[in-house]
């Protein structure tokens, strides 16, 4: 089955970006997801971007993929201390059900 | 409009008992997802309702665990016999209808954290 990998940590400082970065296996992923999950709170849909796309941008977030090396990427610009969260990035393979598969979560610090 | 909701918020339980618990999903929404967090793991895909029927029940790890759904809003997730693995927060998700979630959405509740002691 489908496997997402992200790395568990990030701490950057106030105004600089972010990128945190996921890894995917299955090459027929046709959608691509960044949730965003704050203390206590559900998960949020930033942004997300289909496999046609090599890139996309939505105010301050730029997804970036690369289907070749099977990698996706977020950046955060001008990252703020509100920004601070869990992010996972999360991947539809086709399955009949729609669920997702989902990464462990990278959690990003921001440093004031 | 009122999000995804889900109750409780919290529960603890000891081992051995059951546990039930809600989801009421945003109103409208067709399909409705069962999701679990386990500490330091990713979420995991649990199973999937489109109305009252579950098509995919694949992610349920055992039967221990099972969940229904009525008159196509409301959902309850029961585990049975509760163990210490079990220790997680579940979460669900609703979206508009059956679909590439690109075009349907998931809007997820904020969690009910179980802990098994």
């Known amino acids: 089955g489908e496997d997402v990998e992200q790395s568990l940590f990030l701490s950057v400082r106030e105004g600089d970006s972010s990128v945190i970065n996921c890894t995917y296996t299955?090459?027929?992923?046709?959608?691509l997801y960044w949730y965003k999950q704050e203390p206590g709170a559900g998960l949020q849909l930033l942004t997300y971007?289909?496999?046609?796309?090599d890139m996309k941008q939505d105010q301050r977030l730029t997804v970036l993929l690369n289907k070749k090396d099977k990698h996706l990427s977020l950046r955060i610009a001008d990252t703020q201390t509100g920004d601070s969260a869990i992010y996972f990035c999360a991947v539809y393979s086709g399955a009949g059900s729609y669920q997702l598969t989902f990464g462990k979560g990278t959690k990003l610090s921001v440093i004031p | 409009g009122a999000g995804v909701s889900q109750s409780p918020s919290n529960k603890v339980t000891e081992k051995g008992k059951d546990v039930e618990l809600r989801c009421d999903p945003i109103?409208?929404?067709?399909?409705l997802y069962w999701y679990r967090q386990s500490l330091g793991q990713g979420l995991e895909f649990l199973i999937y309702f489109q109305g009252n029927s579950a098509p995919d029940k694949s992610g349920l790890p055992s039967d221990r665990f099972s969940a229904e759904r009525t008159g196509g809003s409301v959902s309850t997730l029961t585990i049975q016999r509760t163990q210490q693995e079990d220790s997680a927060v579940y979460l669900c998700?609703?979206?508009f209808g059956q679909g590439y979630p690109g075009v349907y959405e998931q809007y997820f509740g904020p969690g009910t954290r179980l802990t098994v002691t």
């Open positions: 971007i289909f496999s046609n796309m």
């Open positions: 109103s409208g929404h067709t399909a």
């Open positions: 998700a609703s979206s």
């Open positions: 299955d090459s027929s992923s046709t959608y």
